[in-house]
């Protein structure tokens, strides 16, 4: 294969390229490496092995004098390089001033921190040159202190001399401080009375951890929720407070030694959790691994990372066990950010707060990214990502905005050859969400200097944020199509040429369709500007609408009706609830057509008795994929392509005769997903012999399944196919701002 590295830092002038030289030669990888406007880039082929060899190894064994601040990274189809050289500098386009991403605390300033000789030590917001917060405390460019939020704690002379050194680690360190001149923490109890400050505040709150205690802890971005992870009392009682169910909890650990006693973790799970991006790895749990149950009550895998900030560093080295790490809000709502926001959740959300007097400029939540088919494929971009930007093979005509659908919500703003995402904004479900949302475009706009002419919005006219884009910016608003705009964010990020088109998969649960009708189980032909739908899921009623999405049993009593099945026996649900929603179905009542793969996966779910009812988006179909992982059934159901549609009702009938004849639900669940990668397959087949393309694309957040995603990367290519699936941005909604500003910079 081939790995295609865009690294950013301090890596010019350092002998990084001589360095990346021996490394790939070393290993007897084939490429090349230059230097860019942006940073360095990367090319090696060779053995999947030795190419993630090379990945650990060109972080853990840089020049000393280097520094990484965030690697890009694309595993790609070789193209056949002869050799390895280090080839003459590129510059196609003007340098880009850097708005760069919080750094996770460096091997420097941590060896300082537990140090009881250095002036440093334990304080909580040292940093260097090398790490550190950038883009939660920047106010506007250049990116100097004056315009940063430590604009009023004034050096010490101390720290003045560092900063002016220019042989000093912490040269030009905006962030410089020391706990002479610069920020402190103190902490609150429930009645915001303050207990305690500096580092007698950090050992009462250890204390506080160990007697079960919820507590918020101001971080880089917003503050966290946290307790003692393996305190079952204490983590049920922050689901309570909460009101969040069931969906798991982010799990930080001291470090990766501490990681590897709670979960399994493969080679490329360790690169992702050690990186300098420290995201949130979701790994699958060791059985009996201490965690209290309700960490993640229905799952067995557990959202892993490790401390990012001397701050955590402090706490988690301190505790000594890991801690349920969860952004503080209310479900659905932004993360607090603000001292004030949290002080008036003391007595009720919280016991107590942490809190620290560096303000934060905009609200940036943690990355979550999960190792799938031997990539790392981010499922939420944001803190140590945001707001670098996705590098294009190809120049836009003109600047522009992406607002975003409605769930997983990101903005982007694209100028040059270069779209630059916002961090997680998330559901535009409230109040709250929605003024983080104009928060965003604002600070995005003003932050990168862009005034754009065109603004691009989702089709759906009950979408906020295309409501937004017609208020604010009429005649300017163009918009795309929610499953076109998936495609073409898979195409970008996989440097796909302007000329070129793909045989796109969007699956998803949700998207609204040329025809007005509910779409997420498409087939297109698309390229940038344009697709064709070729072929979708056979729609179904929707019973409820929205509703339905909430509770799977209704899908389920629509598929089973149009199989011709009598839902009532099959599903262990109130008969009054099960004939109210068949006559739903029957008349056409508030029912309407879908064609989403994301409902099929919600139905068959329920079919199969897993879940009726979910407590968190997609529930039933993660549970689904769970159940089916343990199984190694190689069969599959049937199904038809015919007049532009995939129909399933021959699939459904065929489980429901698999369950009176007892087949494991472990085994019909993996049959279902062999049939989906048959749908992926034959579809493929037939548009490649009508129109010789033989690129295919995934996306929609149904590529989250690892089950699906892998099997397709495996049995693809065996058919003669090039396969793109997203390593940048997520696949889900998360990704759609980068489809919509490319279709908006390139019409």
Not at 427 to 451: C, P, Q, R
Not at 492 to 514: C, H, M, Q, R, W
Request: proline share 6%; net charge neutral.
């Amino acid at each position: 294969m081939r790995l295609k590295l865009y690294v950013t830092g301090l890596v010019q002038g350092v002998g990084f390229r001589p360095f990346v030289y021996r490394l790939a030669t070393e290993l007897g990888l084939k490429g090349y490496v230059l230097n860019s406007e942006t940073g360095v880039v990367i090319e090696v082929e060779g053995e999947r092995k030795r190419l993630e060899e090379f990945l650990k190894r060109l972080q853990s064994e840089k020049p000393p004098a280097s520094q990484i601040f965030s690697i890009d990274r694309k595993f790609l189809d070789e193209v056949g390089y002869t050799g390895f050289e280090i080839r003459k500098s590129e510059k196609n386009g003007e340098v880009q001033v850097a708005v760069l991403p919080d750094l996770s605390t460096c091997k420097e300033c941590l060896s300082e921190l537990f140090d009881p000789t250095n002036r440093r030590f334990r304080y909580p917001f040292i940093n260097c040159t090398n790490c550190g917060p950038r883009f939660t405390i920047i106010l506007s460019l250049p990116y100097d202190r004056p315009k940063t939020t430590m604009r009023d704690f004034f050096m010490c002379e101390k720290c003045r001399e560092e900063y002016e050194n220019p042989l000093d680690r912490r040269f030009h360190a905006q962030p410089n401080a020391c706990p002479v001149c610069g920020p402190h923490v103190w902490l609150v109890d429930e009645r915001g009375e303050t207990v305690a400050e500096r580092d007698e505040a950090l050992k009462l709150l250890i204390e506080w951890l160990k007697e079960g205690r919820i507590l918020a802890v101001k971080g880089l971005g917003g503050f966290h929720l946290v307790c003692d992870a393996t305190n079952e009392r204490a983590v049920a009682e922050l689901r309570r407070r909460k009101k969040r169910q069931e969906k798991p909890f982010a799990v930080m650990f001291k470090d990766l030694d501490q990681v590897k006693e709670f979960a399994e973790v493969s080679p490329l799970e360790e690169i992702a959790l050690t990186s300098v991006e420290s995201p949130i790895v979701i790994l699958n749990q060791r059985e009996r691994n201490g965690l209290a149950p309700s960490v993640s009550p229905d799952t067995r895998t557990v959202g892993a990372f490790l401390p990012y900030t001397p701050l955590h560093h402090l706490i988690l080295r301190d505790f000594g066990k890991p801690v349920v790490a969860t952004s503080c809000n209310l479900t659905d709502e932004p993360i607090m950010f603000k001292n004030s926001e949290v002080e008036r959740a003391l007595g009720k959300l919280v016991d107590g707060a942490l809190l620290h007097n560096r303000e934060i400029a905009r609200r940036c939540d943690d990355s979550v990214v999960k190792v799938m088919g031997g990539r790392v494929v981010p499922f939420r971009r944001s803190r140590g990502y945001a707001p670098l930007p996705v590098l294009l093979p190809f120049n836009l005509k003109r600047p522009v905005l992406a607002l975003g659908p409605h769930m997983k919500v990101t903005v982007a703003v694209g100028k040059g050859n270069r779209v630059y995402i916002s961090q997680h904004i998330g559901d535009i479900d409230n109040i709250k969400a929605e003024e983080f949302f104009k928060e965003t475009v604002k600070d995005l706009l003003s932050l990168f200097e862009v005034e754009p002419e065109v603004v691009v919005s989702d089709h759906h006219p009950g979408y906020f944020t295309t409501k937004f884009g017609k208020e604010f910016f009429g005649e300017r608003l163009v918009q795309v199509y929610h499953h076109h705009a998936h495609a073409i964010s898979v195409m970008a990020e996989n440097e796909v040429p302007l000329s070129k088109k793909v045989i796109a998969f969007s699956f998803d649960g949700t998207g609204y369709g040329t025809d007005g009708k509910i779409w997420g189980g498409e087939v297109l032909i698309a390229g940038y500007t344009e697709f064709e739908r070729a072929f979708h899921l056979k729609y179904f009623p929707l019973p409820g609408g929205d509703r339905a999405v909430k509770e799977p049993y209704r899908v389920a009593v629509s598929l089973l009706k149009a199989a011709g099945e009598n839902p009532e026996k099959y599903l262990k649900v109130e008969p009054q609830k099960l004939s109210f929603v068949s006559r739903m179905v029957e008349k056409g009542i508030n029912s309407p057509l879908t064609s989403s793969m994301g409902r099929l996966f919600d139905g068959i779910s329920a079919i199969l008795g897993i879940r009726y009812a979910v407590n968190y988006h997609a529930q039933g179909a993660i549970l689904l994929e769970e159940v089916s992982s343990v199984s190694s059934e190689t069969g599959s159901y049937p199904f038809k392509i015919e007049n532009g549609g995939i129909d399933w009702r021959e699939l459904v009938s065929a489980i429901v005769s698999d369950l009176k004849r007892g087949v494991p639900v472990s085994d019909i669940g993996m049959k279902f997903h062999n049939t989906v990668v048959e749908m992926v397959l034959r579809s493929a087949e037939i548009l490649r012999e009508e129109t010789g393309i033989d690129t295919v694309a995934l996306s929609g957040g149904v590529f989250q399944n690892r089950i699906l995603t892998e099997k397709c990367l495996r049995e693809l290519p065996e058919r003669g196919f090039k396969v793109l699936v997203h390593q940048v941005v997520p696949p889900n909604d998360g990704g759609l701002s980068l489809g919509q500003a490319v279709y908006g910079g390139l019409i």
